[in-house]
C-alpha cells in the first residue's frame, strides 16, 4: 500500500469513526494538518499530470496504470475532506471567510476527484490549478507568509 494510500485510509476513518461532529480529538493543529495531511496530498496530485520540456523534446507525465490513477484519485479525496477538517471547532478562525475558503476547497477538491475519475490527464491538470487557487486564495488571507514572494498578495507592505 502506498504511503498516500495509508494518509487517505487513515483520514478516512477518522472521519468515519466519529459518531457525532461533537465528539472528537483535534490531533493536529492547522499548520500540522497542512504539513502533514493537505500538502502531501496537493502535492502529489499536482506532480501527477504535466509535461517536461527540454532537449530531448515534449515528454509527457501522467499515470498509466490503475493502481496511479487511484492514488490520484485517493490524493483528491485527502484535498476535499481536508476542507471539511479545517471546519472542525478547534480549527475554524472564523465563520465567514474561512467557512467559505474550507467550502471551496472541498469543492474543488471534487472537481479533482472528478477529474481522477474520468482518468483524464488534462481535467487533473485544471483541478489542480483550481485547488492551487483555492490553496492560495486562503493562503492570502490567514497565511500570507506562506505565499511565493511574486504573488502580489504577499506584499503586507502595500495594505
Known amino acids: 500500500m502506498t504511503k498516500i494510500n495509508w494518509l487517505v ?8 469513526c466519529a459518531p457525532d461532529t461533537e465528539r472528537f480529538t483535534l ?6 494538518l497542512m504539513n502533514s495531511v493537505l500538502e502531501p ?14 532537449e530531448n523534446g515534449v515528454r509527457e507525465i501522467r499515470p498509466n496504470t490503475a493502481e496511479e490513477w487511484e492514488a490520484v484519485r485517493n490524493a483528491a ?14 480549527r475554524v478562525r472564523d465563520r465567514g471567510d474561512w467557512t467559505a ?6 469543492e474543488t477538491g471534487q472537481q479533482a476527484i472528478k477529474a481522477a475519475d474520468l482518468r483524464d490527464a488534462s481535467a487533473v491538470f485544471d483541478a489542480g490549478a483550481e485547488v492551487y487557487y483555492a490553496c492560495a486564495n486562503c493562503h ?3 497565511a500570507v507568509e506562506t505565499l511565493r514572494p511574486n504573488d502580489v498578495r504577499s506584499d503586507t507592505t502595500s495594505s
Open 9 to 16: 485510509a487513515t483520514v478516512l476513518l477518522l472521519i468515519a
Open 27 to 32: 490531533v493536529a493543529d492547522v499548520p500540522e
Open 41 to 54: 496530498a496537493a502535492e502529489f496530485y499536482w506532480d501527477a499530470v504535466g509535461y517536461i520540456l527540454d
Open 77 to 90: 479525496f485527502i484535498i476535499a475532506e481536508s476542507g471539511n477538517l479545517l471546519l472542525m471547532d478547534g
Open 101 to 106: 475558503l474550507s467550502e471551496a476547497l472541498i
Open 140 to 142: 492570502a488571507k490567514y
